[in-house]
């Protein structure tokens, strides 16, 4: 048996962010990751030549928790280059122009789905606060697309750009998430779209993690899957499938919404967290890492919403070779390691480009996450993300699916990180006070 203050569990970048903020408070923590690596949904990995993100990899100035952890770190963002070409199917037909051809037929669609952005979340790190909010929760952004007065061209393309937003299928898709998405980008939907996709972090997101946990004094225990919480009123006891035991006062579990029910924790988290938790996030598709042949053109490229892989941009170019990042609303539709297939895949994107290698990840069939990033379905705000912030006793959950912001990016898992480290702070420090007052002598007269 192992003791100390506080247990996290889970050492992506909010389970890293509340060890190194309790830790530094002087509370005894010790850190749980089942892997063997830490960051999470995050993993810088040699492929390919290079040193290739296989999944969260953006970050922006809109987003104020990342961008304050890389300036507190000396770590500078690091902009792409512009876009010169753009491809895209539309109504079965190819079409070829300038990247700014592109952005230019999505713009009108956007600023028609996008327009209450701000109106339903007029306080976007708040996104409860609007009451009216429940009344458009339940709308798909299918059905939220469909709505508009749009021509065939425009609705597909809009539908193909939402496609890669969520990175999965917009018929349970929650139109609420496009709106919080736009509301935390100043209500713009090209700045939210540069968001996506425009800096990355100098020397990677292992970089970023590296140091936060260097900052920290916290045990870190890696390949420790947690397989059994049991919490009373004195604490917290921990289970790892190794046989493992630790114990402590207050726990802090920072895992991705689709595994919370593959532990066994007595007394049971409520039923609406446990459902949630069933019921997952709607980011199921796939990142696709391909070699080509040849110096291309820095080019951009969408395709059919339902396609295996629907969006592709020239990310590096070197003299000899491009290397491609790819996305697909569907991890079951493409083998990302099957060359071949992508091949074929980018056929019908971009003609003429040569298939060298494929790296990739796949997030949905990996047990320790079992989705990308994390976009919600319909009804998850209003009817789950409160409880899932709640505390169960001595257990509060963090990570990029219950944050209140940038939900689905890093700045979300930072900031609940952030949140989950002080209400556990509270936590400690109460009790340390109940029971030093507890033990002061009674004085009689």
Same mark, same amino acid.
């Not at 952004?141 to 939402?162: H, K, M, N, Y």
């Not at 970089?207 to 420790?224: G, M, P």
């Not at 035991?245 to 802090?252: D, E, K, M, W």
């Given at each position: 048996?192992?003791?100390?203050?506080?247990?996290?569990? %889970?050492?992506?970048?909010?389970?890293?962010?509340?060890?190194?903020?309790?830790?530094?408070? %002087?509370?005894?923590?010790?850190?749980?990751?089942?892997?063997?690596?830490?960051?999470?949904?995050?993993?810088?990995?040699?492929?390919?030549?290079?040193?290739?993100?296989?999944?969260?990899?953006?970050?922006?100035?809109?987003?104020?928790?990342?961008?304050?952890?890389? %300036?507190?770190?000396?770590?500078?963002?690091?902009?792409?280059?512009?876009?010169?070409?753009?491809?895209?199917?539309?109504?079965?037909?190819?079409?070829?122009?300038?990247?700014?051809?592109?952005?230019?037929?999505?713009?009108?669609?956007?600023?028609?789905?996008?327009?209450?952005?701000?109106?339903?979340?007029?306080?976007?790190?708040?996104?409860?606060?609007?009451?009216?909010?429940?009344?458009?929760?339940?709308?798909?952004?299918?059905?939220?697309?469909?709505?508009?007065?749009?021509?065939?061209?425009?609705?597909?393309?809009?539908?193909?750009?939402?496609?890669?937003?969520?990175?999965?299928?917009?018929?349970?898709?929650?139109?609420?998430?496009?709106?919080?998405?736009?509301?935390?980008?100043?209500?713009?939907?090209?700045?939210?779209?540069?968001?996506?996709?425009?800096?990355?972090?100098?020397?990677?997101?292992?970089?970023?993690?590296?140091?936060?946990?260097?900052? /920290?004094?916290?045990?870190?225990?890696?390949?420790?899957?947690?397989?059994?919480?049991?919490?009373?009123? /004195?604490?917290?006891?921990?289970?790892?499938?190794?046989?493992?035991?630790?114990?402590?006062?207050?726990?802090?579990?920072?895992?991705?919404?689709?595994?919370?029910?593959?532990?066994?924790?007595?007394?049971?988290?409520?039923?609406?967290?446990?459902?949630?938790?069933?019921?997952?996030?709607?980011?199921?598709?796939?990142?696709?890492?391909?070699?080509?042949?040849?110096?291309?053109?820095?080019?951009?490229?969408?395709?059919?919403?339902?396609?295996?892989?629907?969006?592709?941009?020239?990310?590096?170019?070197?003299?000899?070779?491009?290397?491609?990042?790819?996305?697909?609303?569907?991890?079951?539709?493409?083998?990302?390691?099957?060359?071949?297939?992508?091949?074929?895949?980018?056929?019908?994107?971009?003609?003429?480009?040569?298939?060298?290698?494929?790296?990739?990840?796949?997030?949905?069939?990996?047990?320790? /996450?079992?989705?990308?990033?994390?976009?919600?379905?319909?009804?998850?705000?209003?009817?789950?993300?409160?409880?899932?912030?709640?505390?169960?006793?001595?257990?509060?959950?963090?990570?990029?699916?219950?944050?209140?912001?940038?939900?689905?990016?890093?700045?979300?898992?930072?900031?609940?990180?952030?949140?989950?480290?002080?209400?556990?702070?509270?936590?400690?420090?109460?009790?340390?006070?109940?029971?030093?007052?507890?033990?002061?002598?009674?004085? /009689?007269?």
């Amino acid at each position: 048996m192992e003791t100390s203050d506080v247990i996290v569990v %889970g050492a992506g970048f909010a389970g890293l962010v509340a060890a190194r903020e309790l830790s530094r408070r %002087g509370h005894k923590t010790t850190l749980l990751e089942a892997r063997d690596r830490i960051a999470g949904r995050t993993h810088l990995e040699e492929h390919l030549g290079r040193n290739l993100e296989l999944g969260g990899t953006w970050v922006h100035w809109t987003q104020p928790f990342v961008w304050a952890e890389m %300036g507190r770190y000396g770590i500078n963002p690091v902009p792409g280059p512009d876009f010169t070409t753009a491809y895209w199917t539309a109504g079965g037909t190819a079409h070829q122009g300038h990247a700014d051809d592109l952005l230019a037929l999505l713009d009108a669609p956007n600023q028609a789905l996008l327009a209450d952005a701000r109106r339903y979340f007029p306080l976007p790190w708040s996104p409860l606060a609007n009451p009216e909010v429940a009344d458009i929760d339940g709308i798909t952004l299918s059905e939220a697309i469909d709505r508009l007065d749009l021509t065939e061209e425009q609705r597909r393309i809009l539908r193909s750009f939402w496609a890669l937003n969520f990175n999965g299928k917009l018929d349970q898709a929650a139109y609420t998430q496009a709106l919080r998405w736009c509301a935390v980008a100043t209500g713009s939907w090209q700045t939210m779209f540069e968001a996506c996709a425009s800096f990355k972090v100098e020397g990677g997101t292992r970089r970023l993690a590296e140091a936060i946990l260097a900052d /920290s004094t916290a045990d870190l225990r890696l390949n420790q899957k947690v397989v059994s919480i049991v919490q009373d009123g /004195s604490g917290v006891l921990v289970q790892a499938a190794d046989g493992k035991q630790f114990s402590a006062r207050q726990l802090v579990l920072a895992l991705p919404l689709g595994v919370l029910n593959d532990i066994d924790i007595h007394p049971a988290l409520s039923p609406a967290k446990r459902q949630a938790a069933a019921r997952g996030q709607a980011g199921r598709g796939a990142k696709l890492w391909i070699k080509v042949k040849g110096r291309q053109e820095r080019f951009v490229a969408m395709g059919p919403e339902n396609a295996p892989l629907n969006f592709v941009q020239a990310e590096y170019i070197d003299e000899d070779t491009t290397t491609l990042v790819c996305f697909g609303p569907d991890a079951a539709a493409i083998d990302v390691n099957d060359a071949e297939a992508a091949q074929g895949i980018l056929d019908t994107l971009v003609p003429g480009l040569e298939v060298l290698e494929v790296a990739g990840h796949n997030w949905v069939d990996d047990e320790y /996450s079992r989705s990308t990033w994390p976009m919600h379905y319909t009804g998850y705000l209003t009817g789950s993300l409160a409880e899932l912030q709640r505390p169960e006793g001595r257990i509060r959950l963090a990570g990029s699916d219950f944050a209140n912001g940038w939900g689905g990016f890093i700045d979300g898992a930072i900031e609940s990180g952030l949140d989950a480290a002080r209400a556990v702070n509270a936590a400690l420090d109460a009790e340390a006070a109940n029971s030093a007052n507890s033990a002061q002598p009674v004085l /009689s007269a």
